[in-house]
């Protein structure tokens, strides 16, 4: 599964990350570039047309973010690369890919 930078704008996360790794095969892997924030989005930018056109208003934290893929049930959750983090609005925010894999499955399964 792969994405670019289109996570960030769903008001449910979670429940984007639960779907993906519920349609990913065992084993299978998702790799996705996103933008997270350094502290948390200020309410008066969350439904502003330019920080949504930015794709930063729905940003959340990138501790937030990791803690949402292990709940999910990813592991070997790895950066790719990061961006240092930027200006926008009252905030910084940092653009990164990140990858984790789906747990293999026990025993004999087929893919």
Same mark, same amino acid.
């Given at each position: 599964?792969?994405?670019?930078? %289109? ?32 502290? =948390? ?19 959340? %934290? ?15 959750? =790895? ?17 990164? %890919?990140? %990858?984790? =894999? ?10």
């Amino acid at each position: 599964m792969i994405s670019n930078c %289109t996570i960030n704008h769903s008001y449910d996360k979670v429940a984007v990350w639960n779907e993906i790794y519920r349609i990913l095969k065992a084993g299978g892997r998702f790799v996705v570039s996103d933008i997270y924030s350094t502290e =948390k989005v200020p309410d008066e930018f969350r439904n502003d047309p330019v920080a949504v056109a930015e794709c930063w208003a729905g940003a959340v %934290t990138r501790e937030e973010y990791l803690l949402q893929l292990e709940k999910a049930g990813f592991e070997k959750i =790895k950066i790719i690369e990061e961006s240092e983090p930027y200006a926008k609005g009252k905030i910084k925010v940092s653009s990164w %890919t990140v %990858t984790g =894999k789906k747990p293999g499955c026990k025993g004999s399964c087929r893919n």
